[in-house]
């Protein structure tokens, strides 16, 4: 069983920046995809960003092309994003997700076995 535990969302003004973190017990990472989800009220959750178990393969929304970077440590066992330059219609839920390696697109949400309980992030204008 993998339980993850996101931090670092919060306030911050339309231009600034966060770092959001994904903490994962239970089990190593290493040979998990990951994934950066999120969720706005009365919106489709949707994959910001992912990256294969690898780290070979990334994912980005086009929406946050150029500002947003996914990393990940699996000897801590952490995956982070990165965000600049964020907007107002970022506000949102922000997820992270885990699954064992698989062939299937990164986008995916139902392929995630893993969630995080959700860090809420809040762009002011």
């Known amino acids: 069983q993998v339980q993850l535990v996101e931090s670092g969302g919060g306030l911050v003004q339309a231009g600034g920046s966060l770092r959001l973190s994904c903490a994962a017990s239970g089990r190593t990472f290493s040979s998990y995809d990951l994934g950066w989800f999120r969720q706005a009220p009365g919106k489709e959750r949707e994959c910001v960003a992912a990256?294969?178990?690898?780290?070979?393969?990334?994912y980005y929304a086009d929406s946050v092309k150029g500002r947003f970077t996914i990393s990940r440590d699996s000897a801590k066992n952490t995956v982070n994003l990165q965000m600049n330059s964020l907007k107002p219609e970022e506000t949102a839920v922000y997820y992270c997700?885990?699954?064992?390696?698989?062939?299937?697109?990164?986008?995916?949400?139902?392929?995630?076995?893993?969630w995080g309980q959700g860090t809420q992030v809040t762009v002011s204008s």
């Open positions: 997700a885990a699954r064992p390696y698989s062939s299937r697109w990164l986008t995916e949400a139902g392929s995630y076995d893993y």
């Open positions: 990256i294969r178990w690898s780290g070979g393969t990334k």
